[in-house]
């Protein structure tokens, strides 16, 4: 079982930056795609950004293509979302999810990833 642990939530002004972070751990053999997703307040849970298993290639969603940025360490236990130029609209749960089998057409789709974190509340004030 995979262990997923986000952090680095907050609250900031527009235009300002945030880092967040997730913690991997447990039976991490074999390679995952890593995602990031959010909900904000009645609405439906929404792709971010994913850096799939095979080569690490990247993929974002269009309203945030240019500002944000997935990353993750070597050692492949942390992940990172770097988000700049934060708008109002960006506020919301977001949640780190690992997939060891979810396939290149389906990375935006929430239910195609098996693993989940508790989600950090990020808050961007006008």
């Known amino acids: 079982q995979v262990q997923l642990t986000e952090s680095g939530g907050e609250s900031v002004q527009a235009g300002g930056s945030l880092r967040l972070s997730c913690s991997v751990s447990?039976?991490?053999?074999?390679?995952?795609?890593m995602g990031w997703f959010r909900q904000a307040p009645g609405k439906e849970r929404e792709f971010v950004a994913a850096?799939?298993?095979?080569?690490?290639?990247?993929y974002y969603a269009e309203s945030v293509k240019g500002r944000f940025t997935i990353a993750r360490d070597n050692a492949k236990t942390m992940v990172y979302l770097q988000m700049n130029s934060l708008k109002p609209e960006d506020t919301a749960v977001y949640y780190c999810?690992?997939?060891?089998?979810?396939?290149?057409?389906?990375?935006?789709?929430?239910?195609?990833?098996?693993?989940w974190g508790q989600g950090t509340q990020v808050t961007v004030s006008s």
């Open positions: 999810t690992a997939s060891r089998t979810v396939i290149l057409s389906s990375i935006t789709r929430s239910g195609a990833y098996e693993h």
């Open positions: 447990g039976r991490t053999s074999g390679s995952y795609t």
């Open positions: 850096m799939f298993r095979s080569y690490g290639s990247t």
